[in-house]
Nanobody, 122 residues
Framework: VQLQAFGGGLVQAGGSLRLSCAAS????????MGWFRQAPGKEREFVAA????????YYTDSVKGRFTISRDNGKNTANLQMNSLKSEDTAVYYC????????????????WGQGTQVTVSS
């Protein structure tokens, strides 16, 4: 599956952004979808994941209550709604696709989009 992430930008602290990930192919619904981020000088870290049927989601602690992951299998898209943004959320955000639910790190995902920059000014 090929992925393309978009929707990043510059926002003030406390603001919101919505990231989207468009996937190619007819098997989108068979993938676990995830969002990761990477700040300068840091490793890529897990942010959120959603299972194939949208019934289960999982978030890293730092974004719980602020970020919401969703997907639309009919449109082959996965989204990340980010509210109450903080300066520490500044990073390049990547969407990813995998086959195994419950592996919340880069090893659990096989396909990656190109990344979209999110910058939160304080």
């Amino acid at each position: 599956v090929q992925l393309q992430a978009f929707g990043g930008g510059l926002v003030q602290a406390g603001g919101s952004l919505r990231l989207s990930c468009a996937a190619s192919g007819r098997t989108f619904s068979s993938y676990v979808m995830g969002w990761f981020r990477q700040a300068p000088g840091k490793e890529r870290e897990f942010v959120a994941a959603i299972n194939r049927s949208s019934g289960s989601t999982y978030y890293t602690d730092s974004v719980k209550g602020r970020f919401t992951i969703s997907r639309d299998n009919g449109k082959n898209t996965a989204n990340l709604q980010m509210n109450s943004l903080k300066s520490e959320d500044t990073a390049v955000y990547y969407c990813a696709a995998g086959h195994k639910w419950g592996v919340y790190n880069v090893r659990g995902f096989d396909s990656w989009g190109q990344g979209t920059q999110v910058t939160v000014s304080s």
